[in-house]
Structures are given as C-alpha cells and as structure tokens.
C-alpha cells in the first residue's frame, strides 16, 4: 500500500492512446464456433464482440507500439524525452526479450529502458503504481505504462467457457510530474493460494512446451469461472471501498469508476458496493470484451473526451494470481481538446 506524501511530485497521467485490431469476433460468430448464444453471452457477460489481432506476424509489441505511438502523435511527444517504458502484459511476443524493449526501438525512445510486468488483469494498475513510484522519487520525468494483450493467442476456441470472454488490444499513458493532479493512493494484493483458479498451465519453466504439452492443449488459458467470480466480486468490491474510506470519498465524491472489464455482473456489483450510478461507470466491455491488461487504459481513451482537471477517478482491477487492487486519482489535463 502507498499513500501520497505532499513532499514528492505527484505521478500524472497526462496523455493516452489507444490500438484496436480491425477484426470482429461477434456473438453469431462464435455460436458458429462453439455450443453457445448470443443471449447466454451478454446475459452472463455482458460481451457482444471483441477485436482479433490476424496480422500476419504481429502480436504484442505491436498493439503496444501502436498505442504508444498513437500518444506520442497527439500529445506531440518527442520520444526521446520518455525515460522508461513499462509495459504489462501475459502475451509478451516471447518469454524474453521484453515487450518493452520491442516497443522502445520501434518508437525511437532512445534514452528509455523498460521491462515487463506480468499481473494478468491486474497488469496495468500494478505498472501504474510502478511507474508512478518512478516519478515520485524523482528517478525519473517521463515514464509509459503500457497494458497490452493478444489473448487470442492463448485462447482456446473449442472452450466455450473461456473463448467467449476475450478480446486483443491495447492501451497507454504517460506519467509526468505534477504539483497538482496524479496518483493519491493505492491498495494492492496477490493471493498465490488460489493461482490454480486462472493459469497457462504450460510454456514456462515447469512444464516447457512440448507434443505432450500442446496435444493436451496446455497452451492455452484455463479458468474455473465460478470460484473466480466469487473471489472477484468480493475483492474488488473490498479494495474499492477500502480506498474510498481511506481517502475518504463518498460516492458522490467519485467521478469515474475505471473498473476491469471481465464480467458486467462484476462491475456492476462493484458500483454498486460504492454508491455509484451507471453513468458514472466507465464500461465497454460490450465492444470488446475481456482484454487484459488493456480494459483500463482502454477505458481512459474511450472516455477522455469527458475528463477534466480535478476529477476524481478510481481504477480497479481483478485478475489472476490471484490478483487484484484499486487506484485513487486525479485527472490533470482537460480531455475535450483530445476527443476523435
Ligand atoms: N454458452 C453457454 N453455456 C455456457 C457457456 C457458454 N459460452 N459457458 C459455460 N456455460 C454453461 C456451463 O457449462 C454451465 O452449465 P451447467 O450448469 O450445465 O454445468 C452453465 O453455463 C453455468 O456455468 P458457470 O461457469 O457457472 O457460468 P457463470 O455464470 O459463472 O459465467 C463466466 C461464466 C462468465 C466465466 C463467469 O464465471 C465469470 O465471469 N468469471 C470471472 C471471470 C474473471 O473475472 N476473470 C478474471 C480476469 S481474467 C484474467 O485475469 C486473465
């Protein structure tokens, strides 16, 4: 947990960007696909389509670039100027080298260096606080936090129990310095007890691939839905209201709520954990469905145009890990100047 000191600069996010595949995977489609509806997949979801990165060759660092470089364009950033480069993923384009340093070359961040973190659904509030604490010690001006996923490339399209729920993009900000506006307070938790819940149970060090590993499809996402619902409702609803009281925010008190986009059921019993209405919910799951690391800043995009200097906003997330969290900020740039 990290509460901001009035001694350090505040951690701003002061620019996104954004990068959708152009595929649709709809509802009918994947009724084509599999033993499913259209009315039990919004019904239960709230999913009506999600994009599907098919270029030949791209995957990850590609999204990513293209998200960052969209930032770089409209904010008129010089990529030099970027100090580091974080970007959360599990589809890195391989175990190593880094997403980040793929992404640094091809947006000609030359002074930046960068890693990845790995959180799942929780990636890109965790890179946040991280790179956030690079600004507020000062080791650092500029920093891009990335949530990037290609999760159909883990995703099994005979299951019908994963395959409806996820989708391909990415999403991105800069963090700056600022006196006024940033990152107030974070709450943060992991709890590896339950990481069989939601796993890629092969391709990492216990288990490398294989004919054995790919013919059992251990390749590929696995998740018990169930228990993973009931531990994310509780938890974010939990962290949410946990960092409300700590900053003490009533709901009437809370602009946006930027919540992961798994399960519309989720978010809407987070809100209403918090006293919130709906149009105070930032919500797109329904376009795109469930993109990882990027439901977030996928969000901040879709929703910049509305955002102005002093709202305040609160992120959640909830993923595997488990993991999960929430973030109190303030906005510091008015987003009208910036709408499409
Ligand atoms: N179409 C039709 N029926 C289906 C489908 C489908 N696509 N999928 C499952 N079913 C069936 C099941 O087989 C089951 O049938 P049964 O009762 O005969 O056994 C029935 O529907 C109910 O299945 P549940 O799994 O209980 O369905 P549930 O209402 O829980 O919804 C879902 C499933 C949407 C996956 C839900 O459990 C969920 O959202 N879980 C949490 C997801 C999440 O938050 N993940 C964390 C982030 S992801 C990450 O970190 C990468």
């Known amino acids: 947990m990290?509460?901001?000191?009035?001694?350090?600069?505040?951690a701003a996010i002061t620019a996104v960007g954004h990068f959708l595949p152009e595929r649709r995977l709809t509802n009918p489609d994947l009724e084509q696909?599999?033993?499913?509806s259209d009315e039990w997949?919004?019904?239960?979801?709230?999913?009506?389509?999600?994009?599907?990165?098919?270029?030949?060759?791209?995957?990850?660092?590609?999204?990513?670039?293209?998200?960052?470089?969209?930032?770089?364009?409209?904010?008129?950033?010089?990529?030099?100027?970027?100090?580091?480069?974080?970007?959360?993923?599990?589809?890195?384009?391989?175990?190593?080298?880094?997403?980040?340093?793929?992404?640094?070359?091809?947006?000609?961040?030359?002074?930046?260096?960068?890693f990845d973190l790995s959180a799942a659904c929780s990636g890109f509030l965790f890179?946040?606080?991280?790179?956030?604490?690079?600004?507020?010690?000062?080791r650092a001006e500029r920093v891009l936090v990335i949530g990037a996923d290609t999760m159909s490339s883990?995703?099994?399209?005979?299951?019908?129990?994963?395959?409806i729920l996820f989708g391909d993009a990415a999403g991105a900000v800069l963090l700056e310095p600022s006196d006024t506006y940033g990152l107030q307070d974070t709450v943060h938790h992991a709890d590896g007890a339950h990481a069989d819940l939601l796993k890629l149970p092969a391709g990492g060090s216990r288990r490398p691939a294989s004919h054995e590993t790919v013919d059992a499809g251990?390749?590929?996402?696995?998740?018990?839905?169930?228990?993973?619902?009931?531990?994310?409702?509780?938890?974010?609803?939990?962290?949410?209201?946990?960092?409300?009281?700590?900053?003490d925010l009533s709901g009437s008190d809370v602009d946006y709520l930027v919540p992961h986009q798994a399960n519309?059921?989720?978010?809407?019993?987070?809100?209403?954990?918090?006293?919130?209405?709906?149009?105070?919910?930032?919500?797109?799951?329904d376009r795109y469905g469930n993109t990882t690391a990027a439901t977030v800043p996928?969000?901040?995009?879709?929703?910049?145009?509305?955002?102005?200097?002093?709202?305040?906003?609160?992120?959640?997330?909830?993923?595997?890990?488990l993991t999960w969290g929430a973030s109190y900020l303030t906005w510091a740039y008015d987003g009208s100047e910036y709408a499409d």
């Open 298 to 321: 996928l969000c901040l995009y879709d929703w910049q145009h509305e955002l102005r200097p002093g709202h305040n906003l609160v992120l959640t997330t909830f993923g595997g890990g």
């Open 154 to 163: 883990i995703t099994d399209y005979t299951d019908r129990s994963t395959c």
């Open 264 to 285: 519309q059921r989720i978010i809407d019993a987070t809100a209403n954990r918090m006293g919130l209405s709906s149009d105070k919910v930032m919500m797109n799951i």
């Open 33 to 36: 696909m599999v033993e499913t």
């Open 2 to 10: 990290s509460t901001f000191s009035s001694t350090q600069p505040q």
């Open 127 to 138: 890179a946040l606080t991280n790179g956030a604490s690079f600004i507020e010690s000062g």
């Open 41 to 114: 997949i919004q019904s239960r979801t709230g999913i009506k389509e999600r994009r599907i990165l098919d270029d030949d060759g791209k995957a990850t660092a590609y999204m990513a670039t293209q998200a960052a470089q969209e930032l770089i364009d409209t904010h008129d950033i010089d990529p030099a100027t970027i100090d580091l480069i974080i970007v959360a993923t599990v589809t890195p384009d391989m175990l190593f080298p880094a997403t980040a340093c793929l992404v640094q070359d091809q947006i000609g961040a030359s002074s930046a260096w960068g």
């Open 218 to 247: 251990d390749h590929y996402l696995k998740q018990d839905g169930r228990p993973v619902f009931r531990h994310a409702v509780t938890g974010m609803s939990d962290v949410c209201t946990d960092i409300m009281e700590r900053n």
